[in-house]
């Protein structure tokens, strides 16, 4: 069985200037190791044809918020080593901290050990330390990083990450 396509919930629509966004954002954060240190964090065509996209510019109007909110809420990618994931996993946490506009956001890395865990969050907390644009905007601890003028914040969570929603 398939699941189904953002495109097939009822109100959908797609907003490529919200996916236009997610990658300018990208692009303003930094790779932080290897040969691609310090240039900028641009996402391969098929992280944004099969991940960012769909993510991000699939929205529905919802009364609530009055206004076009995101249709996905949960994602899953499982692809093979060295593909960029943890990269991909850092751009979109620090996208949804800082610049997805929601106050209060709440962003996990969450895993079963909390060393398991620090694998995605030590990398997306030196790419938050290190890039231009954030300087000044979020502020990087041991287990968190925030976005003070928000109140949204990345941290690292183990072992009762099941007992979270």
Do not use: C
Not at 39 to 65: N, S
Not at 69 to 91: Q, W
Not at 92 to 112: H, K, N, S
Not at 143 to 152: D, N
């Amino acid at each position: 069985m398939q699941t189904p396509s953002p495109g097939e919930a009822p109100g959908a629509v797609f907003d490529p200037e919200r996916v236009d966004r997610v990658l300018r954002s990208f692009h303003l954060l930094r790779h932080t190791q290897g040969k691609w240190a310090g240039k900028p964090l641009d996402p391969d065509p098929w992280q944004v044809a099969y991940i960012l996209a769909p993510v991000f510019g699939w929205v529905r109007w919802d009364d609530e918020a009055e206004g076009y909110v995101r249709i996905v809420r949960k994602l899953y990618v499982d692809v093979p080593r060295r593909n960029g994931k943890t990269t991909l996993s850092g751009g979109i946490a620090v996208y949804l901290m800082a610049a997805d506009g929601e106050p209060g956001a709440q962003v996990y890395a969450a895993a079963t050990s909390e060393k398991q865990a620090r694998y995605t969050f030590d990398p997306i907390k030196t790419i938050a330390e290190r890039a231009p644009a954030l300087k000044g905007n979020v502020k990087a601890y041991t287990k968190k990083i925030t976005h003070p003028a928000s109140g949204s914040y990345f941290t690292v969570v183990s072992s009762v990450a099941e007992a979270l929603h």
